[in-house]
């Protein structure tokens, strides 16, 4: 009996070492055969996935991100403990203790695999991470093998994916390897890696993430469409309830924490739209430029850093300034009956749902609602889950008594927020709808050209077409000063007079004669530039230019940095020509610099992800004018602001100066004004050059958009005890004149206190007329 059973061990162990000699065999010939097409793991010491390129406003805030995935790469310490924990408990419980896959795992899902008829998946933590990092394609070391195509290619893959990750266990350290996963792994809505999920789901890094959030972290990462949270919050709660309960399981986290946790719903940041972003003109007027000089590779994967100009809280001003200037301008064109209807859809009153709904709403905010009631004379609205009343006030503005005249059940309208009662459910509305007429905005840094704030339209989801820098307009009266600074080069002074009457200039042979007309159909009679400035009277402009010459006057114009064809006719006085609000910003900020233009600009730098600069803008100075010659013009035009078409801005009570233009027909509405530091264009218009209405000057269409920007601008100056000052230069001397131009006594009433070039003044023998 003893000799059979050394017999029979002895077999048993010859036998064992052929079954060990074959697996051994089979392992090395799987090795050899595969191991030529894996990757070499190595690349991976220089770990650069792509990443996101960031925008920034030069106060630090993010306007702006490009990315085909958007990562944010972090440290092993960056990754909260709690976080690290789901993942390991939900994903792969034994990570600390294998070394690339788990022979156990694997046997237990293939029995499952069995019983249940379905696959499971038993890869692990560092298996994932190779498949992630080297996905099938037609170019992967994979091969162009998707997942599970069919059974002798989904083994194919598994092998190849358990031969990576064992080489990957190899090289690396755990913590490595989970830096590394939890960096490139999909979290879905575009986002890669635990950071850009964070702050996309949570609106904060990942470090700050507290249990729940964690938790809904790691149950993402299964199927991240799937158990998207914000297309299906109840299937990625209860996910997320699953994470919970195994890290209690694997003693992570006690079981009455997991237990309160997995009572608590889900509470995300709202999904970004781009109805988000505060500058998207902007923001795209940086993408055309890193797309044009760097590539759309390093603009979209190579994570750069874009430092602006942009003031933040500025660009905020200028958009609600725009926004509120065109809604008060399309209501005095009259109401526009809505243009849907969710009832003739086939959708119910009390279940359609409107997208801008799942994100938040308060006082002021203006958004959809739709039309449940209509009890005359008011009507009744929802909005998501609040109801609104619209009473006869809230839509005054139409000119009509009731909302019956107006609306139908049903109708999706725009309605201001007046007031909101949370607890009650309840709010307080008024009638609101999309301007149909467009604006932009611009604002310029005299002393650097940096751009600090830019609107190109009312949405940039209606129109990307930006009209503050590819809109050519007609600039109407704007263009008088450059004819005036041109004069006063010349040797004219403020004093010298024009005659405001009818006049006549000869337009060639076979055409009639070119008769400028004054916008109110009157003649003044002799009046000073000063007051033809003031008052924008054509007549007298179109007069000087024709004293000056045409070509004169256009060849001068160009130093003020305008590269849009200006054509030499004395129609050109009246703002013929055409131009960008970016040109005719930059240039009026000539004035107040002293006579320099400096070359407007976005982007102060921009580095690569190592913080590497690799372009850095500075401030670049052209010569226009003489000095003394910009301060002249600024101070007639700080006349305009006081007594002349835009004396409506004297109410800021602040050093401002500037002009209004306004085009036949009223199809251009300008206003372009400065202060010391800074200068600020609007234009109002139509794209396809219809009429703003009736009397719809520079004055009553862009003027005030002007103004609320301005009031901005000098709230976040705060300090009016010391005003900014214009600074003459030393040449310029100052006398009291009257509206004739003549000298007065300073404290005759409405005298003015004229700048003259020294010795140009009156009283010294120099004439009027040079």
Known sequence: MANYIIRFARNASIAALFVIAAVLGLLSGVLFTYAGDLPAISALDDYAPSTITRVYASGGEVIGEFATERRVVIGYDDIPERLRLAIVATEDAGFDRHVGLSLTRIVVTAVNDVLKRRRAGASTLTQQLALNLFPPGPDSPFGGLARQRNF??????????????????????????????????????????????????????????????????????????????????????ARRNYVLQRMAEERFIPAEVATAAARLP????????????????????????????????????????????????????????????????????????????????????????????????????????????????????????????????????????????????????????????????????????????????????????????????????????????QAYRQTGSAFKPFIYSYAIDRGYTPSYVLMDAPVSYSAGPGQPP??????????????????????????????????LGATNVVSYAKRFGFKSEIKPYLSTALGASEATLVEVTSAYSVFPNQGVRMEPYLIQQISNRDGNVLEENRPIPRDAIR????????????????????????????????????????????FVGFDPNITVGV?????????????MTGSEAALPAWMDFMRAYIEQRGDREHLPRFEPPGNIVFLAVDRSGSPTDGQTPGAISEAYISGTQPGTGFPREP
């Open 152 to 237: 002798l290619q989904d083994i194919e893959r598994k092998i190849k994916e358990a031969i990576v990750a064992i080489q990957i266990e190899k090289r690396y350290t755990k913590r490595e390897i989970f830096t590394l996963y939890c960096n490139h792994i999909y979290f879905g809505n575009g986002a890669y890696g635990v950071e850009a999920a964070s702050r996309l789901y949570f609106g904060k890094p990942a470090q700050q993430v507290n249990l729940e959030e964690a938790a809904l972290l790691a149950a993402i990462i299964q199927a991240p469409e799937r158990l998207n949270p914000f297309n299906d919050p109840r299937r990625a709660q």
């Open 266 to 469: 889900i509470a995300l940041k709202p999904m970004p739209t781009a109805e988000d972003s505060v500058a998207p003109y902007f923001v795209e007027e940086v993408r055309k430029y890193l797309e044009s000089r760097y590539g759309a590779k390093a603009l979209y994967q190579d994570g750069l850093s874009v430092r602006t100009s942009l003031d933040f809280d500025l660009q905020q001003a200028a958009h609600r300034a725009v926004t509120e200037d065109l809604r008060r301008l399309d209501k005095r064109r009259g109401f526009r009956p809505p243009s849907r209807n969710i009832l003739a859809e086939g959708h119910r009153l009390d279940s359609f749902l409107h997208p801008r709904w799942q994100r938040p709403f308060a006082a002021d905010d203006i958004v959809p609602a739709v039309v449940v009631d209509i009890p005359a004379p008011s009507a009744r609205v929802r909005i998501g889950t609040v109801t609104g009343s619209l009473a006869r006030d809230g839509f005054a503005w139409t000119g009509r008594r009731s909302a019956a005249e107006l609306l139908r059940r049903g109708d999706v309208i725009e309605v201001r927020i007046k007031s909101l009662d949370r607890a009650r459910q309840e709010a307080v509305v008024s009638l609101e709808q999309t301007p149909a007429p467009d604006g932009a905005l611009l604002a310029i840094d005299n002393r650097t050209g940096q751009i600090k704030a830019m609107v190109g339209g009312f949405s940039f989801l209606r129109s990307k077409f930006n009209r503050a820098t």
């Open 627 to 670: 000095a003394d010659t910009a301060f002249v013009l600024t101070n007639m035009l700080r006349g305009v602001t006081v007594r002349g078409t835009a004396a409506k801005a004297a109410a800021l009570n602040w050093p401002i100066a500037g002009k209004t233009g306004t085009m036949d027909e009223f199809t251009d509405a300008w």
């Open 683 to 695: 234009w109002i218009g139509f794209d396809d050059k219809k009429p703003l209405g009736h009397n």
């Open 514 to 547: 070119y008769q400028p007309q004054n916008f109110d159909r009157k003649f003044e009679g002799p009046i000073t530039m000063r007051w033809a400035l003031e008052d924008s009277r054509n007549v007298p402009a179109v007069r000087m230019m024709a004293q």
